[in-house]
Nanobody, 123 residues
């Protein structure tokens, strides 16, 4: 059973930065990948990036050039650095995990989810 805990959300002004964290715990004998999603009320959950098995990351067009993921394997933590935030980035941000080295941005493929952390960006 994988457990994910997000943190780092908050209320900021447009142009500011935030760094979200996703701390993971669970069995170490299975390789899991972790990905970031976001959701606003009334809309479908949106993947922020796709992580391929070779480690290549492709970001959703709406965040490309502004968001960057990184990880600290020693802490089992994935980060999402968000720069130059815009009001349209306002959403609940979730991290999710699946037993694979390939992390597509399709939320239906993920079985483990964190509780989410709210990001609110004002203009």
């Amino acid at each position: 059973q994988v457990q994910l805990v997000e943190s780092g959300g908050g209320s900021v002004q447009a142009g500011w930065s935030l760094r979200l964290s996703c701390a993971a715990s669970g069995p170490t004998y299975i390789t899991y990948c972790i990905n970031w999603f976001r959701q606003t009320p009334g809309k479908e959950r949106e993947g922020v990036e796709t992580i391929y098995s070779d480690g290549t990351t492709m970001y959703t067009d709406s965040v490309k050039g502004r968001f960057t993921i990184s990880q600290d394997n020693a802490k089992n933590t994935l980060y999402l650095q968000m720069n130059n935030l815009k009001p349209e980035d306002t959403a609940m941000y979730y991290c999710a995990s699946r037993p694979s080295t390939y992390c597509p941005n399709f939320p239906q493929l993920y079985g483990y989810w964190g509780q989410g952390t709210q990001v609110t960006v004002s203009s």
